[in-house]
């Protein structure tokens, strides 16, 4: 009989664990964070650049705003795509080197966008070439997602999967956030006119250091647990190899699409009130670019402050119950809330609580929603299945929030368009999740 391995030595096992464990979720929230920095930064300065990529002289600008809305909505369209060819590449030779790949693309599409000439200067070339580099980023996130859940959750410890795969929404919230505080910093210290002449480019710009600390974070990562193992299951049954053992196609697209449906709410509600209500601030309220940065900083800081609580709270009341009490919140409750910000009348407190409220309803759905994902494919088609429900909720409902929100309010002259939008999201996505069961968090995964 083997005797039991010496303290020290189990010791040293457990604290390896744990590192690897911390390596996973700090490699994997990185990219998380470029990801949405730049897409924040995108949509708090829509207005700057449908100035300088789609309103040729005597332009509209509201037209200006819709295409620039379309080139956003273009990207995200592209996510199903990255998703679908990085989810395959990382469940056949890795999560790791995926990812390396990712972030390389990412940074070089955001990076470029700061250096690109203007409408001004090569004339209908420019807004092509944002455009082109749209669909990039929108490559390499669509593969972000996918591989950054599955590693944060397959390398997360036991009965903790929620809490790990949180961070990825954690960090999405602090993306927004510094693209909030970047732009509102440089609106703060240069004139209107410096901002409009080369301002706009600095947030941009800054994503090149940033992307190469998180490929040095990326180069270090482990292998997932998971993924070894079952490289290895398969080896044993094929020692010459071959493709991995995959589910039925029709099962794993089912999964997909349920998927998508449970986090249509939180693409929705948390586009509608995180990124595009800058925008809609300045165009239907009359608020200044600062009051709007300010109303959108409220907002991501009630997202933040749920995040993590909520990814926790499901790993003990399961990933449904928290979920759907934010779903249902966005329901009852989306349309109060921007009436009250509406209202001129309004206490200055009372709105910023409105929108404290609305980013934290948010949060109860991104907090759980990394690791529901996870837990519904198995390892050898995870990285692809979760990563293409995101996706797919997101080039629809995420992508095109903007577009369809300005389009709307447009044509309606309603108001209270973003509310509906958010709130009919929200109503499907309480459908979707009440088929989930109740103790899928209390499960390995597969």
């Not at 509201?62 to 379309?70: H, M, P, R």
């Not at 997932?224 to 398969?234: C, N, Q, S």
């Not at 995040?307 to 919140?329: E, K, N």
């Not at 994902?373 to 997101?394: D, K, Q």
């Amino acid at each position: 009989m083997l005797s039991p391995a010496p303290g020290p030595v189990r010791s040293s096992v457990a604290e390896a664990r744990r590192a690897g464990s911390r390596r996973a979720l700090l490699g994997g929230c990185v990219g998380n964070f470029i990801e949405w920095y730049e897409f924040g930064v995108y949509g708090y300065l829509a207005t700057v650049i449908a100035a300088h990529f789609f309103t040729p002289e005597g332009g509209s600008e509201v037209e200006g705003l819709v295409k620039t809305y379309a080139s956003f909505a273009l990207a995200f369209f592209f996510r199903p795509v990255g998703a679908a060819v990085f989810g395959r590449l990382g469940d056949r030779i890795g999560r790791r080197p995926t990812l390396v790949l990712v972030i390389c693309l990412m940074t070089g599409a955001t990076t470029l966008i700061g250096a690109l000439p203007t409408y001004a200067t090569i004339g209908a070339a420019a807004p092509w070439l944002l455009t082109l580099l749209r669909i990039v980023q929108g490559l390499s996130a669509g593969g972000e997602f996918g591989g950054a859940v599955s590693v944060m959750t397959e390398s997360a410890p036991p009965g903790r999967r929620g809490r790990y795969g949180a961070w990825q929404s954690f960090t999405v919230s602090l993306g927004l956030l510094a693209g909030a505080g970047t732009t509102a910093l440089l609106a703060t210290v240069l004139t209107p006119s410096e901002l409009d002449a080369w301002g706009w480019r600095v947030p941009f710009l800054l994503t090149l250091p940033l992307g190469l600390a998180a490929l040095w974070l990326r180069v270090r990562l482990d292998e997932t647990p998971a993924f070894v193992a079952e490289a290895r299951a398969a080896a044993a049954v094929s020692p010459a190899g071959g493709p991995p053992r995959r589910p039925p196609a029709g099962e794993t697209a089912r999964a997909v699409a349920l998927g998508a449906g449970r986090v249509m709410g939180w693409s929705a509600a948390g586009y509608t009130f995180l990124v595009v209500l800058p925008s809609y601030l300045q165009n239907t309220l009359n608020a200044t670019f600062q009051q709007a940065l300010v109303a959108t900083v409220l907002a991501n800081l009630g997202f933040a402050a749920t995040i993590l609580p909520a990814g926790a709270l499901s790993d003990r009341l399961g990933r449904r119950t928290v979920m759907l009490a934010g779903a249902l919140l966005v329901v009852v409750f989306a349309l109060p809330l921007l009436n009250l910000v509406q209202d001129t009348g309004a206490p200055v407190y009372a709105k910023g609580a409105a929108l404290f409220a609305a980013g934290a309803a948010v949060g109860l759905m991104a907090g759980p929603g990394p690791a529901m994902l996870s837990e519904m494919f198995p390892t050898t088609v995870r990285y692809t299945g979760l990563g293409l429900a995101y996706a797919l909720s997101n080039a629809v409902f995420s992508g095109c929030a903007g577009l369809i929100i300005t389009r709307a309010v447009a044509w309606t002259g309603d108001a209270d368009i973003p509310a509906y939008y958010a709130a009919t999201a929200c109503a499907v996505s309480v459908a979707a999740l009440l088929t989930l069961r109740g103790d899928d968090h209390e499960r390995t995964l597969r």
